[in-house]
Nanobody, 122 residues
């Protein structure tokens, strides 16, 4: 079964940093753009960042621009999200998914994992 396995979530103070990891399971991620999504409590899942298949082009939501950095290691079949200067509104579950092509266009494909929980609190 093709899916992602997310990890790295934790409790962190406002202004702190975390590095999330997302490993592909059951398929190879190198042909595809990969996106990270955030689901805050009681809200819908929203895309926060995307990286194309080569890793040379990235997109960020305005709410995280300048604070989050997405990267990928196709050899390790893993995509990362470095989150700096975390804010309380950034807490919730983080998921990753492949998109329909090598470009950051279109919506998620549905290879959802269990997500990883981030709590931002003092």
């Amino acid at each position: 079964q093709a899916q992602f396995v997310e990890s790295g979530g934790a409790l962190v103070q406002p202004g702190g940093s975390l590095r999330l990891s997302c490993e592909a399971s059951g398929f190879h991620l190198d042909p595809y753009a990969i996106a990270w999504f955030h689901q805050a409590p009681g809200k819908e899942r929203e895309e926060v960042s995307c990286i194309n298949s080569s890793g040379f082009r990235t997109n960020y939501a305005d709410s995280v621009k300048g604070r989050f950095t997405i990267s990928r290691d196709n050899v390790k079949e893993t995509v990362y999200l470095q989150m700096d200067n975390l804010k309380p509104e950034g807490q919730g579950f983080y998921y990753c998914d492949r998109l329909g092509s090598s470009y950051c266009t279109g919506g998620p494909f549905g290879y959802w994992g269990q997500g990883t929980q981030v709590t931002v609190s003092s």
